[in-house]
């Protein structure tokens, strides 16, 4: 945990994001 969960996390959220953005267009 701590910093390397940290990153995947943002990771997840940052692929989520572009998944939902691309959805959108």
């Known amino acids: 945990m701590g ?3 940290g990153f995947a996390l943002i ?3 940052f692929i989520l ?3 939902v953005g ?3 267009m």
Do not use: M, S
């Open 3 to 5: 910093y390397g969960g």
């Open 11 to 13: 990771v997840v959220l």
């Open 17 to 19: 994001l572009i998944i």
């Open 22 to 24: 691309a959805a959108w």
